[in-house]
T-cell receptor, first 115, second 115 residues
């Protein structure tokens, strides 16, 4: 079956602009996660959803970042007033549930470049 | 702070040989899971192996095995009979029992395999 997909694969924007990054999880997966991976670093947790609700948003760096998952499937990560420091690869993952043994399957990421 | 440290930014191994990647972590919790993920140039993270902290027996998946030393908070990955396709970034990560699916990653080790 299809894996986790993310669109766009690359996004170039100018400082101050608004961007939306989309994640399509594996069908039937109730848990969805967003991570940010800066150059040369490991992924950093941003937020995760169980169903439609954000179960843990402790990793969002500030109020310019927001994520939604209105129907419990597709999720959108929204970044307002982008800054050069937001440049990174944004990874999405999904798992069947948030259960301890459920494997997180990752998408290929969206590379965001803020000029 | 909960951290994961991978002290080897780069490692190299000859094809068919064995290589060990190091990982240490710091948490005051006693219940958690440990993971090794592989990230090829395609950026898609792939789960290699996982270990439950309460299990003393080291996990093994085909050519991949771990050496889990809970008291030392050490979790190294051994790759036997290395293949060209093993070349990638490898990330160590852990997940606490009581924090849903949130993964904490290390900085990664870039593994190259020489033919």
């Amino acid at each position: 079956g299809a894996g986790v997909s993310q669109t766009p694969s690359n996004k170039v924007t100018e400082k101050g602009k608004y961007v939306e990054l989309r994640c399509d999880p594996i069908s039937g997966h109730t848990a969805l996660y967003w991570y940010r991976q800066s150059l040369g670093q490991g992924p950093e947790f941003l937020i995760y959803f169980q169903g439609t609700g954000a179960a843990d948003d402790s990793g969002l760096p500030n109020d310019r970042f927001f994520a939604v998952r209105p129907e419990g499937s597709v999720s959108t990560l929204k970044i307002q007033r982008t800054e050069r420091g937001d440049s990174a690869v944004y990874l999405c993952a999904s798992s069947l549930t948030e259960g301890r043994l459920d494997t997180q399957y990752f998408g290929p990421g969206t590379r965001l470049t803020v000029l | 702070a909960q951290t994961v440290t991978q002290s080897q930014p780069e490692m190299s191994v000859q094809e068919a040989e064995t290589v060990t990647l190091s990982c240490t972590y710091d948490t005051s919790e006693s219940d958690y899971y440990l993971f090794w993920y592989k990230q090829p140039p395609s950026r898609q993270m792939i789960l290699v192996i996982r270990q439950e902290a309460y299990k003393q027996q080291n996990a093994t998946e085909n050519r991949f095995s771990v050496n889990f030393q809970k008291a030392a908070k050490s979790f190294s990955l051994k790759i036997s009979d290395s293949q060209l396709g093993d070349a990638a970034m490898y990330f160590c990560a852990y997940r606490l029992y009581n924090q849903g699916g949130k993964l904490i990653f290390g900085q990664g080790t870039e593994l190259s395999v020489k033919p």
